[in-house]
């Protein structure tokens, strides 16, 4: 099962830190939980 969050537009440097960190942290919790 993949669950893709995007509850925004990327505008601007900041949005994407943002997203890039929301990313990254989905990727280690499903990565801690066994998901390839």
């Not at 537009?9 to 390839?36: H, M, T, W």
């Amino acid at each position: 099962m993949v669950e893709l969050k995007t509850s925004m537009n990327i505008r601007g440097a900041q949005d994407e830190a943002r997203f890039e960190k929301k990313l990254l942290k989905f990727y280690f919790q499903s990565f801690l939980l066994g998901v390839p």
